[in-house]
């Protein structure tokens, strides 16, 4: 991106531009300014930026409050972020396997090696697996040698 061309994606997402506000944070190679703009379009509601910024950000319950709420909004990364990071065992599960169902494929792996169920355990792992995943390969092959 030419120097002019950041400049007027500054311009407009001082402008309120939310769009703007996420692609100038992200474009900025100022770490304060990336977490600045990052975080307006969050707080504005735009979700690409809510995953970015709890992404970005290091303190943890920041952290998961903005994963959370662009899980919450359908973004498939930050269901699978928030699922392994987040400490409460029911919603680990939940958001691993909502992830997984959307196509994670980490989040299938995850999912299956924490599963209660046997048979959730099983299937998981062989979606991950049929996805080239190789950590569920070998745990298909070493807990389910006959298939």
Do not use: W
């Amino acid at each position: 991106m030419t120097a002019k061309e950041l400049s007027e994606l500054k311009r407009r997402a001082d402008d309120g531009d939310v769009a703007a506000m996420h692609d100038y944070g992200l474009e900025a190679t100022d770490p304060v300014q990336r977490l600045l703009y990052l975080k307006m379009a969050a707080d504005d509601g735009y979700i690409p930026a809510m995953y970015d910024y709890g992404i970005e950000i290091t303190d943890p319950i920041q952290r998961l409050l903005y994963l959370k709420r662009a899980a919450d909004n359908g973004v498939i990364s930050a269901m699978y972020h928030y699922g392994i990071e987040v400490t409460d065992p029911v919603q680990r599960l939940f958001y691993l396997k909502k992830a997984a169902d959307n196509g994670e494929i980490a989040a299938m792996y995850d999912y299956a090696i924490e599963a209660s169920d046997p048979q959730d355990r099983r299937n998981y792992l062989k979606q991950a697996a049929r996805c080239g995943y190789e950590p569920a390969i070998e745990a298909i092959a070493n807990e389910f040698p006959n298939g």
